[in-house]
């Protein structure tokens, strides 16, 4: 099929007239998942009722694929799935390791009648040089941003008001246009008519005879977000991020502190009522940095925020974790929940042996996501991730702690078979052929 | 990790420790030019004390080493060698007896005799091979054998067929097994002491560890009057060895034996339950680590027999399986759920394990591997355990082409052939359009199937006999009577 892709993000109303001429909405079970969408009565419901409103989505979701594709009716036969009695275990079979979604790869996972509008999000290749890549329709974008937004905010605690507050995106614009995380929240604050400005800018640059392009920061719209008196402000960014913005001001001697203050009023940065800052996308490749706490800690003394009541809070941090290919995020709040899913996300854990699914809490697996929002691709996936939960009071039941990346070895390092010779010129060799 | 080197020559040995990935003690370039410079003497003396003097000193060997087995003395190394290999405690046992099984007098003898023309009494002298026409093999050597990991045997046999052939020998086992290769020839220092044929063959015997960076290895590859090389393995060590040894301008000799893989060939007609034994006994033994191992099953039949066959062979690799158990990391356990469903996705019907203590893996393919157009391939051939593709095709044609093949399908890079055909027939009257076939798909052996691994002193390695590797045949031609000599 061809895709008809944007090289540019659509504003979020082209996205939602788009979406409401999708043929799909025509579909009860996709017509049923874009009003669940954008419902936010199902934070309110019992992991009992949403567990099972998870298991029906499921079957019809799988039926929805066998019906729309041959590579998933084949793959479901093959697999002894029978859509009608699918379970949490046949999501154990189904899921596909990320790395399987490189490149071009995606297409392959592609129903044969899919919305052709859309946009190919990517990965920002800090694992590998070869990003993941995934295919999102319109109709999938606007369900994203709806569902996206209304988990935002119940992490977050209340709603944002429309047209109130500022936001600053320590990212450039055009990373929208093909990281997932920057795009959700561009696009989640474009419902919100949350003014969005982007903290860096993307400068091209030439190295050794190549063309390079790489991120600066853009001071003047940094300094716009710091000095504003807008609020709530929000600022989104890399952990790294609001780590180097502490380090900076550390670095500050008490003359320069003082001045700065005269000046532009920082530090702190007052973020205002119902000010928080948002983390998200790991440690993209800085591999030494500090742990989380400590991150939130120190920037908590140049960061400050206050609640609703006007008095001083500790800063809120909120940390979100999606990969390129979840449609809906995974969100924590530093000290007040661990990372939860949005209500329809059904989110699995398997032992990193058997691969069978864990059931109790504390125990470290392999994180596994299923998506039924996203109608392009059946989107269970393993994005390689070790994590554990915990029981929870809340809607989901459980929450979600990440422990850490998998290590990818070959195991028997020194062993290759006939090969077996000359050992360590073998030795960090990709095996990957 | 403590590598020494073992020599147990008259002079000793002069070592310098070598820090790195591995610490371990090698000898110096200087004492291998001192002790090379005298190898036609050492040689000279091995060859005098006659075949089987020397053949008896090997086989006390496997006598001392067979007791120490079946003592629990080898406990320890047993220990070492399951962590090294990952294969089960009951493989490596397995493997030791073997070793016991290379170094008797009979198999020794055959191996030599099969493997010469003229058989092992052309080592002492000259033997009429036609009337007036004489060939002796004398020693080719010194040699130099770089050997594999995945067994101890394979660095047994050039090893004591170099020793036999009375050659000086520079053994370099795989760091895998170095230390149990050694252990079988430490004896030799106590033997030395008292038997003096014991001694002359530790004077021609040197083992030690050469990490691939070493200097010493550099100069013998480079430099050393060394004038055979035997390199057992694939690349990239293959290519920086044959670079080394073209450098030398005492122009070795370089003998390969690069990564190969068996193929199993079955008729449908065949494909019944004890068929499906032997083929899980054949994916457990040494988990398809050695050449000779089918990692391909070719079922000539339909696709439906061939899933049969593969639920069949899954319910006895459950039952072996289950006796030989590994340890895998959480890594290689997640690269092999991403190759399953790789091949899943591919089309590939994919019956597994769920125990992580036998994690095998049969893949059932139609007409080609499930392999082909595959670009993720997170397990190679060298990395995969107990995984056996089960391809149904029409004819034996096809396979033959299959085989052929092989070496260029994703999932198979990294061998240079099939060495083994294990081979079902339910019709014995095809056998020989099947033996026909198969001998024009460049393979090295059709044995039949249960019985890849099994190895008879007769059998040439990889196309060769190994005798011949170490030896240079003198002939001699006393008269030629009633015939007109061609120039």
């Given at each position: 099929?061809?895709?008809?892709?944007?090289?540019?993000?659509?504003?979020?109303?082209?996205?939602?007239?788009?979406?409401?001429?999708?043929?799909?909405?025509?579909?009860?079970?996709?017509?049923?998942?874009?009003?669940?969408?954008?419902?936010?009565?199902?934070?309110?419901?019992?992991?009992?009722?949403?567990?099972?409103?998870?298991?029906?989505?499921?079957?019809?979701?799988?039926?929805?694929?066998?019906?729309?594709?041959?590579?998933?009716?084949?793959?479901?036969?093959?697999?002894?799935?029978?859509?009608?009695?699918?379970?949490?275990?046949?999501?154990?079979?189904?899921?596909?390791?990320?790395?399987?979604?490189?490149?071009?790869?995606?297409?392959?996972?592609?129903?044969?009648?899919?919305?052709?509008?859309?946009?190919?999000?990517?990965?920002?290749?800090?694992?590998?040089?070869?990003?993941?890549?995934?295919?999102?329709?319109?109709?999938?974008?606007?369900?994203?941003?709806?569902?996206?937004?209304?988990?935002?905010?119940?992490?977050?605690?209340?709603?944002?008001?429309?047209?109130?507050?500022?936001?600053?995106?320590?990212?450039?614009?055009?990373?929208?246009?093909?990281?997932?995380?920057?795009?959700?929240?561009?696009?989640?604050?474009?419902?919100k008519k949350i003014k969005l400005l982007y903290g860096m800018d993307l400068v091209s640059t030439t190295s050794d005879g190549s063309q390079w392009q790489k991120l600066v920061p853009s001071k003047d719209v940094i300094m716009e977000f710091f000095k504003s008196r807008e609020e709530p402000k929000l600022l989104f960014t890399a952990p790294a991020g609001v780590h180097l913005l502490t380090k900076q001001f550390d670095g500050m001697?008490?003359?320069?502190?003082?001045?700065?203050?005269?000046?532009?009023?920082?530090?702190?940065?007052?973020?205002?009522?119902?000010?928080?800052?948002?983390?998200?996308?790991?440690?993209?490749?800085?591999?030494?940095?500090?742990?989380?706490?400590?991150?939130?800690?120190?920037?908590?003394?140049?960061?400050?925020?206050?609640?609703?009541?006007?008095?001083?809070?500790?800063?809120?941090?909120?940390?979100?974790?999606?990969?390129?290919?979840t449609l809906t995020a995974l969100i924590d709040r530093y000290g007040v929940m661990n990372k939860i899913p949005h209500p329809l996300q059904e989110v699995f854990l398997l032992d990193p042996k058997t691969y069978e699914v864990i059931e109790e809490p504390g125990k470290e697996g392999i994180l596994g996501i299923y998506d039924p929002l996203a109608v392009s691709w059946l989107e269970v996936f393993l994005p390689g991730d070790l994590?554990?939960?915990?029981?929870?009071?809340?809607?989901?039941?459980?929450?979600?702690?990440?422990?850490?990346?998998?290590?990818?070895?070959?195991?028997?390092?020194?062993?290759?078979?006939?090969?077996?010779?000359?050992?360590?010129?073998?030795?960090?060799?990709?095996?990957?052929? | 990790?403590?590598?020494?080197?073992?020599?147990?020559?008259?002079?000793?040995?002069?070592?310098?420790?070598?820090?790195?990935?591995?610490?371990?003690?090698?000898?110096?370039?200087?004492?291998?030019?001192?002790?090379?410079?005298?190898?036609?003497?050492?040689?000279?003396?091995?060859?005098?004390?006659?075949?089987?003097?020397?053949?008896?000193?090997?086989?006390?060997?496997?006598?001392?080493?067979?007791?120490?087995?079946?003592?629990?003395?080898?406990?320890?190394?047993?220990?070492?060698?399951?962590?090294?290999?990952?294969?089960?405690?009951?493989?490596?046992?397995?493997?030791?007896?073997?070793?016991?099984?290379?170094?008797?007098?009979?198999?020794?003898?055959?191996?030599?005799?099969?493997?010469?023309?003229?058989?092992?009494?052309?080592?002492?002298?000259?033997?009429?091979?036609?009337?007036?026409?004489?060939?002796?093999?004398?020693?080719?050597?010194?040699?130099?054998?770089?050997?594999?990991?995945?067994?101890?045997?394979?660095?047994?046999?050039?090893?004591?067929?170099?020793?036999?052939?009375?050659?000086?020998?520079?053994?370099?086992?795989?760091?895998?097994?170095?230390?149990?290769?050694?252990?079988?020839?430490?004896?030799?220092?106590?033997?030395?002491?008292?038997?003096?044929?014991?001694?002359?063959?530790?004077?021609?015997?040197?083992?030690?560890?050469?990490?691939?960076?070493?200097?010493?290895?550099?100069?013998?590859?480079?430099?050393?009057?060394?004038?055979?090389?035997?390199?057992?393995?694939?690349?990239p060590g293959r290519s920086v060895i044959a670079r080394s040894v073209v450098e030398n301008p005492h122009k070795p000799r370089l003998y390969v034996n690069g990564p190969l893989t068996g193929v199993a060939v079955v008729d449908g007609a065949s494909a019944d339950s004890r068929l499906a034994d032997a083929l899980a006994r054949e994916v457990v033994t040494y988990d398809q680590q050695l050449c000779s191992s089918p990692t391909v099953?070719?079922?000539?039949?339909?696709?439906?027999?061939?899933?049969?066959?593969?639920?069949?062979?899954?319910?006895?690799?459950?039952?072996?399986?289950?006796?030989?158990?590994?340890?895998?990391?959480?890594?290689?356990?997640?690269?092999?759920?991403?190759?399953?469903?790789?091949?899943?996705?591919?089309?590939?019907?994919?019956?597994?394990?769920?125990?992580?203590?036998?994690?095998?893996?049969?893949?059932?393919?139609?007409?080609?591997?499930?392999?082909?157009?595959?670009?993720?391939?997170?397990?190679?051939?060298?990395?995969?355990?107990?995984?056996?593709?089960?391809?149904?095709?029409?004819?034996?044609?096809?396979?033959?082409?299959?085989?052929?093949?092989?070496?260029?399908?994703?999932?198979?890079?990294?061998?240079?052939?099939?060495?083994?055909?294990?081979?079902?027939?339910?019709?014995?009257?095809?056998?020989?359009?099947?033996?026909?076939?198969?001998?024009?798909?460049?393979?090295?052996?059709?044995?039949?199937?249960?019985?890849?691994?099994?190895?008879?002193?007769?059998?040439?390695?990889?196309?060769?006999?190994?005798?011949?590797?170490?030896?240079?045949?003198?002939?001699?031609?006393?008269?030629?009577?009633?015939?007109?000599?061609?120039?």
């Amino acid at each position: 099929m061809v895709l008809n892709l944007g090289s540019e993000l659509p504003p979020i109303e082209e996205i939602y007239a788009s979406a409401q001429k999708s043929m799909f909405l025509n579909d009860p079970h996709v017509k049923r998942l874009w009003e669940l969408s954008g419902d936010v009565g199902l934070f309110n419901k019992s992991p009992e009722y949403l567990r099972s409103l998870r298991r029906s989505l499921l079957r019809d979701s799988l039926k929805f694929f066998a019906e729309h594709s041959s590579f998933y009716a084949e793959l479901l036969e093959r697999l002894e799935i029978d859509p009608k009695g699918a379970e949490l275990e046949d999501l154990a079979k189904l899921a596909v390791p990320s790395d399987m979604l490189r490149g071009e790869e995606y297409r392959r996972f592609l129903i044969s009648d899919l919305d052709t509008e859309g946009i190919v999000f990517s990965s920002s290749g800090t694992t590998n040089n070869t990003p993941v890549r995934v295919y999102r329709s319109h109709l999938e974008l606007a369900m994203m941003t709806r569902a996206n937004t209304n988990l935002f905010e119940y992490v977050y605690g209340s709603r944002l008001e429309e047209g109130r507050g500022l936001a600053l995106f320590l990212a450039a614009k055009e990373l929208r246009n093909t990281l997932n995380f920057v795009a959700f929240v561009d696009l989640a604050l474009q419902g919100k008519k949350i003014k969005l400005l982007y903290g860096m800018d993307l400068v091209s640059t030439t190295s050794d005879g190549s063309q390079w392009q790489k991120l600066v920061p853009s001071k003047d719209v940094i300094m716009e977000f710091f000095k504003s008196r807008e609020e709530p402000k929000l600022l989104f960014t890399a952990p790294a991020g609001v780590h180097l913005l502490t380090k900076q001001f550390d670095g500050m001697n008490a003359l320069k502190k003082t001045l700065s203050r005269l000046v532009a009023g920082i530090p702190p940065v007052d973020l205002g009522s119902g000010g928080v800052i948002v983390t998200g996308g790991g440690s993209k490749g800085f591999a030494d940095l500090p742990p989380y706490g400590t991150i939130v800690e120190n920037a908590r003394k140049y960061f400050k925020a206050r609640g609703r009541d006007g008095r001083e809070v500790p800063t809120p941090f909120m940390d979100v974790l999606g990969m390129t290919e979840t449609l809906t995020a995974l969100i924590d709040r530093y000290g007040v929940m661990n990372k939860i899913p949005h209500p329809l996300q059904e989110v699995f854990l398997l032992d990193p042996k058997t691969y069978e699914v864990i059931e109790e809490p504390g125990k470290e697996g392999i994180l596994g996501i299923y998506d039924p929002l996203a109608v392009s691709w059946l989107e269970v996936f393993l994005p390689g991730d070790l994590m554990k939960f915990v029981e929870s009071e809340r809607y989901y039941g459980r929450e979600y702690i990440y422990v850490r990346r998998l290590t990818k070895d070959e195991g028997w390092d020194l062993q290759r078979a006939c090969g077996g010779t000359l050992e360590e010129l073998m030795r960090g060799r990709t095996v990957t052929q | 990790m403590s590598l020494e080197p073992l020599h147990s020559g008259a002079g000793g040995l002069t070592s310098t420790s070598v820090e790195g990935q591995v610490s371990y003690l090698e000898p110096t370039a200087e004492w291998f030019s001192k002790y090379l410079s005298n190898a036609e003497k050492t040689q000279e003396g091995l060859r005098g004390l006659g075949f089987r003097r020397r053949v008896k000193v090997v086989a006390e060997l496997g006598k001392i080493w067979m007791e120490r087995l079946e003592s629990g003395a080898l406990e320890g190394l047993m220990t070492e060698l399951v962590r090294n290999t990952g294969y089960s405690s009951a493989m490596v046992y397995n493997d030791l007896r073997f070793a016991g099984e290379v170094l008797k007098e009979s198999n020794v003898e055959s191996l030599i005799d099969s493997g010469l023309v003229g058989g092992w009494r052309s080592l002492e002298e000259f033997v009429e091979v036609a009337p007036g026409e004489f060939v002796a093999n004398l020693p080719a050597g010194p040699a130099l054998i770089i050997a594999s990991g995945n067994s101890i045997v394979p660095p047994l046999i050039p090893a004591v067929t170099a020793l036999v052939t009375s050659n000086v020998t520079i053994l370099r086992p795989s760091l895998t097994n170095y230390r149990v290769v050694r252990e079988v020839f430490k004896p030799l220092e106590d033997l030395a002491r008292d038997i003096e044929d014991a001694r002359i063959l530790g004077e021609a015997l040197t083992i030690t560890y050469l990490s691939h960076n070493s200097k010493v290895l550099e100069y013998l590859l480079k430099e050393a009057p060394i004038r055979i090389v035997n390199y057992w393995g694939g690349e990239p060590g293959r290519s920086v060895i044959a670079r080394s040894v073209v450098e030398n301008p005492h122009k070795p000799r370089l003998y390969v034996n690069g990564p190969l893989t068996g193929v199993a060939v079955v008729d449908g007609a065949s494909a019944d339950s004890r068929l499906a034994d032997a083929l899980a006994r054949e994916v457990v033994t040494y988990d398809q680590q050695l050449c000779s191992s089918p990692t391909v099953a070719c079922l000539i039949g339909d696709y439906g027999r061939a899933v049969e066959l593969a639920k069949e062979v899954s319910k006895y690799l459950d039952s072996y399986g289950s006796i030989h158990r590994i340890e895998v990391s959480e890594g290689w356990m997640f690269s092999l759920t991403t190759l399953r469903k790789a091949l899943e996705l591919n089309g590939a019907k994919v019956i597994r394990s769920s125990s992580p203590e036998n994690p095998y893996t049969i893949v059932v393919s139609k007409g080609k591997s499930s392999f082909t157009g595959l670009n993720l391939v997170p397990l190679n051939i060298h990395s995969r355990r107990r995984f056996l593709e089960i391809i149904a095709v029409p004819t034996i044609d096809e396979c033959v082409k299959l085989i052929k093949e092989l070496p260029k399908t994703p999932g198979y890079a990294g061998i240079d052939g099939v060495q083994t055909v294990a081979l079902s027939l339910a019709d014995s009257r095809s056998k020989v359009e099947y033996l026909r076939k198969l001998s024009m798909a460049g393979v090295h052996r059709i044995v039949p199937l249960g019985e890849s691994y099994l190895r008879t002193p007769y059998e040439p390695y990889d196309g060769e006999y190994i005798p011949r590797y170490f030896t240079r045949t003198l002939y001699f031609r006393e008269r030629l009577a009633g015939i007109n000599a061609s120039t």
